[in-house]
């Protein structure tokens, strides 16, 4: 299929554009949080001229012990989302779970995305696709990358071809994932901008007992991989504390490193577009 790009207000994401990167924190654990993490990326974003969508998440419904940390919920996360679209001039995207989150969601954030175990759950991908947003579907953890293609046809299925997807690992035994590179190219074949979630994909699911591990010293050679095999766009999730994240701290990238990280990412993926 002919590789399409998505436009994103000013932003154009897709084949032939520059490395667009989301970044943010797992989960809104504050406001002022929120806003501390933003300003830091988008200062980082502007001096380093990447394209830039913060993210975090409102609720995060699939934790691994009920008594795990979700968020402030829909309607006061979505004002810390609005606020740090306005005040910083940054796209914002955030996770929707369920039908009725869509609608006001699509209100405030540009990007939706289908989190991984919910990316064949048909009534909530045509909803996302109904709403006019960028949709970001994160290709399941049990799922082959050419099964991602009737998964984005039930959006595109609304009028809506305004879709992103996204690989976030593999399973790979118990607690653990892995990336298969081939997958990458798979999903470029879809026509849609493909997205490496780096920092998810060296999760250990629930290798903690109660509680997700990580692998956060293999995020740049990840990183790296992505971009040389051609990735439209980097997802990582930053923290100025990992150790006392509220939510997948085991993955994150700390915050101090991603100005590094970003310019040496960014260099890689110029030489990869002049092929």
């Not at 074949?189 to 493909?194: A, D, K, M, N, W």
């Not at 990183?223 to 150790?243: C, I, Q, S, T």
Request: aromatic share 4%.
């Amino acid at each position: 299929m002919k590789a399409r790009t998505v436009k994103l207000g000013k932003l154009k994401l897709g084949t032939g554009q520059k490395l667009f990167l989301i970044a943010g924190p797992c989960v809104i654990e504050s406001e002022r949080h929120a806003m501390k993490m933003a300003e830091r990326i988008a200062r980082v974003a502007r001096d380093l001229k990447v394209p830039t969508i913060f993210k975090a998440s409102y609720d995060k419904a699939n934790r691994t012990s009920v008594e795990s940390f979700r968020g402030p919920g829909l309607r006061q996360g979505l004002k810390v989302l609005a606020r740090i679209k306005k005040e910083f001039r940054l796209p914002v995207l955030t996770d929707v779970h369920a039908v009725e989150e869509v609608s006001p969601a699509a209100e405030v954030c540009d990007i939706l995305q289908i989190p991984a175990f919910l990316c064949r759950q048909t009534d909530l991908l045509v909803a996302a696709g109904r709403s006019g947003a960028v949709i970001n579907i994160k290709k399941g953890q049990f799922l082959a990358p050419q099964a991602m293609e009737p998964t984005v046809e039930k959006v595109l299925s609304t009028g809506n071809p305004r879709v992103l997807v996204t690989e976030r690992g593999t399973c790979f035994g118990y607690n653990n994932l892995v990336v298969d590179v081939r997958s990458l190219a798979m999903m470029k074949r879809l026509g849609f901008p493909v997205v490496l979630d780096v920092t998810h994909s060296l999760q250990l699911p629930s290798a903690a007992g109660h509680a997700s591990g990580g692998q956060p010293e293999f995020i740049e050679p990840l990183a790296r991989a992505g971009v040389a095999a051609g990735v439209d766009g980097l997802f990582m999730e930053v923290h100025d504390n990992p150790a006392k994240a509220l939510s997948d701290g085991a993955n994150s990238l700390p915050l101090k490193q991603l100005r590094g990280l970003l310019e040496r990412l960014c260099e890689l993926a110029k030489l990869v577009r002049r092929w």
